[in-house]
């Protein structure tokens, strides 16, 4: 979702707001804008579409300057075009903001700037926070932001520039994340780390209600009500080539690829072999606390709400304790029925969508104990959380999610572990899944090194025009997992369903040109699949199945399959959706689509 970057310092900004903006890429976007500051007014270069045509306008015409604003937007208010492209300029033309989230009483404000004489260019509600910073302006530009955001309601992270003050950018959040990147003699301001990583790895997380103004000189954080605030500086761990393709044709390739590691790093130093348990202190619960919980809350959205579903199997199995697994976004607004006995976990990569953020918050409200299990350090919700764990993948830059959903199932196996060992699981069971969580690095490098089969499965199934995706038990969440990744970028129709649910309605849908990819390990629903598979193959259904390794009773029956190493039962779903990733993958890059930017996704989904 959109991007926000600024810059104060000795260098040319305009080259490194558009390098920060390339950074934030991946977040999805369709226009893109700077704003330059120079002691010559404030200079705009705006292009609506892809980053590149901005660079296009920059080629013959970048304004020098040291000090700026940069923007990626995803619409929200207003179609992607250039005129509502960010930054937005004030009546006056001295103020430039950029903004990211929505101001809700933007119509209401904008009624009042009509009535006062204000003309404005673009349907964004940015420009009207735009006009009233400037009705706010007289000789401070840190004054006229605080005085204009006691006005406004709604979600922001903005960065603001005026050509009165020329050494300065005010940048605010409420609700959409930003940061403060403190260089050497450099100052940056930015919704996303990967945005600055490159100048500085020493970053100031900004809460809600927190303000920063950038000089020269240095930085000073504040609120609406006090202008002196003491914040930590925090080091970012990961360097510049983790947020790089580093040979792979595109990020989402290599994510997949990394999975062995970035599941070794997720796992890393939490499993107790002897004592067949997993350690999970971050979650700042007792073990007498996670002993006391009877119902366990999971919320998420997206890839995420499916590594949910996987849990909800996990946990209700080895721990036998009630898990509802709900999207946040109805979660936050439904009545929920929680109470101090409730668990409320949220599952969230970025850590930032913004129903999951609200989800927690209605969770904390109502009394629940809420934890996360969040990739992105020093995210919103994994600093709101009462406590969680870290998944550790590293940055995930592909839009489609990959290799953070496979940490999310196994963080989720160890919460289970924790909770089922403090209650009746033995510790022979407690080791055995132990000993199958690590396999799966090597398991899933043996995977990866079949990726050329799952290749030749895309260019034999890439013009389907929809395909079904089926699974039992703690498989049918992978189904739904597979269908959204090959939907969400490769634009096929796909949907996942329990295999035997298939008779209540798809059924209907099955030719002889409909793949069927099936989920069918070797586990206790087994002959049950096999039945479905039949039902499937005596409609003419072009069977593809993930079998386990050395099963021969499916490949009698499908068109194709493809093996998979024995595991748990319940870790199967780990090991299946990489080759169901890398076919999503496959297919996408065979049927030219933008794989790691699919059009109209967001990486990171701050708006509700
Ligand atoms: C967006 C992304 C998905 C992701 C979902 C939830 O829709 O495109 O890949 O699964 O948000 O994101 P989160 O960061 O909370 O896991």
Request: aromatic fraction near 6%.
């Amino acid at each position: 979702m959109c991007g926000i970057v600024g810059y104060v310092g000795p260098k040319q900004a305009s080259n490194i707001l558009v390098d920060g903006l390339r950074r934030m890429e991946y977040r999805g976007y369709d226009s893109a804008g700077i704003a330059i500051i120079n002691g010559n007014g404030v200079k705009i270069r705006k292009a609506a579409g892809k980053l590149s045509a901005l660079v296009e306008k920059l080629k013959f015409d970048t304004p020098s300057g040291t000090v700026g604003v940069g923007h990626t937007r995803w619409a929200t208010h207003g179609a992607p075009t250039t005129p509502n492209a960010h930054p937005h300029l004030d009546q006056s033309g001295r103020i430039a903001i950029i903004h990211n989230g929505i101001i809700e009483n933007a119509g209401t404000i904008k009624k009042a700037l009509l009535a006062r004489g204000h003309c404005f260019k673009s349907e964004t509600d940015t420009e009207v926070l735009a006009h009233l910073i400037g009705e706010y302006y007289v000789d401070n530009l840190e004054e006229a932001v605080a005085g204009a955001l006691w006005d406004v309601e709604g979600a922001y992270g903005i960065a603001v520039v005026c050509s009165e003050e020329p050494n300065t950018v005010v940048a605010a959040r409420h609700g959409s994340p930003l940061l403060v990147g403190v260089g050497d003699g450099e100052y940056f301001v930015a919704s996303d780390a990967s945005a600055i990583l490159e100048h500085t790895r020493s970053v100031v997380y900004l809460d809600d209600g927190e303000m920063v103004v950038l000089k020269r000189d240095g930085y000073r954080v504040r609120n609406l009500t006090e202008t002196h605030l003491e914040k930590p500086v925090n080091q970012i761990e990961w360097d510049l080539a983790t947020i790089e393709r580093g040979g792979f044709a595109h990020f989402m390739l290599k994510e997949i690829f990394e999975q062995p590691e970035s599941l070794t790093n997720t796992l890393r130093g939490h499993l107790l072999e002897e004592e067949g348990t997993a350690r999970v202190r971050g979650l700042n619960l007792s073990d007498e606390e996670l002993k006391r919980f009877d119902r366990i809350v999971i919320t998420a959205c997206g890839t995420s709400w499916h590594a949910g579903l996987i849990g909800e199997y996990i946990i209700e199995e080895l721990a036998r304790i009630p898990v509802e697994v709900e999207y946040a976004s109805e979660f936050r607004y439904r009545n929920p029925v929680l109470d101090d006995r409730c668990l409320v976990i949220a599952i969230s990569q970025s850590g930032e969508t913004a129903d999951t953020l609200a989800a927690i918050r209605e969770g904390k409200r109502r009394g629940a104990r809420t934890v996360g299990l969040v990739n992105v350090v020093g995210s919103t919700i994994a600093r709101e959380v009462d406590g969680g764990l870290y998944l550790r993948a590293g940055p995930e830059i592909g839009v489609a999610s990959t290799k953070a959903f496979n940490s999310q199932v196994a963080a989720l196996a160890m919460v289970a572990l924790r909770m089922a060992r403090l209650r009746n699981l033995s510790v022979l069971h407690g080791r055995e899944l132990i000993h199958a969580l690590q396999a799966l690095p090597d398991q899933i490098r043996q995977i990866l090194d079949r990726a050329p089969d799952v290749e030749r499965l895309a260019q034999k199934y890439h013009q389907a025009s929809n395909i079904l995706y089926l699974g039992r038990g703690v498989n049918f969440p992978v189904a739904l997992e597979g269908a959204l990744k090959l939907k969400e970028i490769s634009y096929i129709h796909a949907e996942g369903y329990p295999a035997a649910e298939m008779k209540h309605g798809p059924i209907a849908l099955i030719d002889q040109n409909m793949p069927v990819i099936f989920v069918a390990p070797r586990d206790a629903v087994y002959s049950k699949i096999v039945s479905n598979v039949e039902e499937v193959k005596a409609r003419k259904g072009r069977v593809i199945a993930l079998v386990t390794e050395g099963d021969a009773e499916i490949a009698k029956l499908a068109e194709e399959t493809f093996p998979l190493p024995k595991t748990h039962d319940l870790l199967t779903p780990i090991l299946a959706s990489v080759p169901l990733q890398l076919l999503s993958y496959y297919v996408a890059v065979l049927r030219g689509c933008n794989v790691d930017q699919p059009r109209n996704l967001a990486k990171s989904v701050t708006v509700e």
